[in-house]
């Protein structure tokens, strides 16, 4: 069993996706574990044919060492080594995986900003009932028109709208 392909779909740990990860690529780059050991060795991580070859088909585990020169030789990050390998393989899918954590991770902070600049205004207006209307009626205008420019710059202008055309 350990000789056949690993099944496609299933999420492994992270030594079982370095595992099955090292072995797709040095197949794509056509290298064998002679080849691959001989990188590993020149790039300065001992490692013998055996080795990978045990590694490869999970009889041998990998130390963190070895993980390193392995993204390292294959040109990869380290974290692209250690993903699922139905993901991993594809670079770009990991590339905009992180984006969309990063702007969901900017999103929340954007958020949490929000929550509290207007938990701040709304103490202050507690304590000044005299300009809570005309700072509520600012807010909402303000937040309107931002929205409006950001639709714009989304989905450009509405259909017959010529006003908009220059805006943004």
């Known amino acids: 069993m350990a000789d056949e392909d690993p099944p496609q779909g299933v999420l492994l740990s992270g030594e079982g996706n370095v595992a099955v990860r090292i072995k797709l690529e040095r197949e794509a780059r056509g290298w064998s574990t002679n080849a691959l050991s001989d990188r590993m060795n020149e790039a300065g991580f001992e490692m013998n044919p055996s080795a990978v070859w045990r590694i490869e088909n999970g009889k041998r585990r990998i130390n963190l060492d070895e993980t390193i020169g ?21 670079a770009r899918a990991m590339e905009l995986i992180d984006e969309i954590l990063d702007a969901f991770r900017a999103t929340q902070r954007a958020n949490m900003a929000f929550t509290e600049a207007r938990d701040a205004l709304d103490a202050y207006l507690t304590e000044h009932p005299d300009v809570r209307e005309e700072a509520d009626v600012m807010v909402s205008n303000a937040m309107a028109e931002e929205a409006s420019k950001t639709m714009l710059k989304m989905h450009g202008p509405p259909p017959g709208d010529t006003d908009s055309v220059g805006e943004a």
């Open 70 to 90: 392995f993204a390292e030789v294959f040109g990869l990050d380290l974290r692209n080594l250690v993903g699922p390998p139905q993901l991993a393989a594809k």
